[in-house]
């Protein structure tokens, strides 16, 4: 289990409680990246079946500044999709967090590195939807990242064919770990992944801003600090 953790966290204070400089803590945990633009019941869903399926101590809903894929897109304030994410969570064992935006750093992989070396007794494990492996090709050093941590993929409606045979797909088969043994997954020195099937849900943040549900605006995607940032969606 996690040290160095309090049980007393609540959900607008916790992701506060993960220092930038790092620590030495220990465990499990899974980052789930995204612009959470905004945070919806899918992150949720996803985060829980993570920590069941893959045997983790905590989630963190990592909140991006920015993403330089979705450039002059509707994009809310940073502020205003922090709080949907801290929505989401229960400041325990799944955590908002604005930590992306503290480090820094312009895209996943420099993240994923940043926090390797800050937390070095922590066994991360990268979790995406089925629509991220599919346009994995167009994050930065994404084959270096595939190399840094273990991956869970989990299936969106329409993205899973296209995910498991596009490029990514065809050049991580060699490494996928079967479902069964995804409890062991973020224990796997990279690369190993694993696509956990299942339960699926189409709801999406595109579709909760064109109902009417966020008020998102089309100013920069830049961030806090000035600087675009990830590429999760």
């Known amino acids: 289990m996690l040290s160095n953790v309090s049980s007393l966290c609540v959900p607008d204070t916790a992701g506060a409680s993960i220092p930038t400089w790092g620590d030495g803590r220990r465990g499990r945990i899974g980052l789930l990246g995204g612009s959470f633009n905004p945070g919806h019941l899918w992150h949720r869903a996803i985060a829980r079946r993570a920590l069941a399926a893959l045997g983790l101590d905590q989630v963190w809903l990592m909140v991006s500044p920015g993403n330089p894929l979705k450039a002059g897109q509707a994009m809310a304030a940073f ?3 922090m709080a949907t994410a801290r929505t989401l969570a229960d400041g325990r064992r799944i955590v ?4 992306e935006a503290r480090l820094g750093s312009r895209y996943t992989v420099d993240t994923v590195g940043l926090l390797r ?3 070095p007794h922590v066994h991360f494990v ?11 090709p167009r994050w930065k050093r994404w084959r270096v990242l595939v190399h840094d941590l273990p991956i869970a993929v989990f299936p969106r409606p329409g993205q899973n ?3 498991l045979n596009g490029a ?14 995804a409890c062991a ?6 690369p190993a992944w694993a696509f956990l099937a299942g339960a699926q849900n189409s709801i999406s943040a595109t579709a909760i801003r064109k109902r009417g549900g966020f008020p998102a605006s089309t100013r ?14």
């Open 79 to 81: 502020e205003s999709r």
């Open 96 to 99: 908002a967090t604005d930590i």
């Open 117 to 119: 070396r800050r937390f």
């Open 126 to 136: 990268w979790l995406m939807g089925a629509d991220g492996l599919a346009s994995l």
């Open 161 to 163: 064919a296209p995910a």
């Open 168 to 181: 990514a797909g065809q050049v991580m088969a060699r490494w996928r770990v079967p479902a069964r043994r």
């Open 185 to 190: 997954l973020a224990l796997l020195s990279p």
């Open 220 to 233: 920069s995607t830049a961030g806090q600090d000035g600087q675009k940032t990830g590429e999760q969606s």
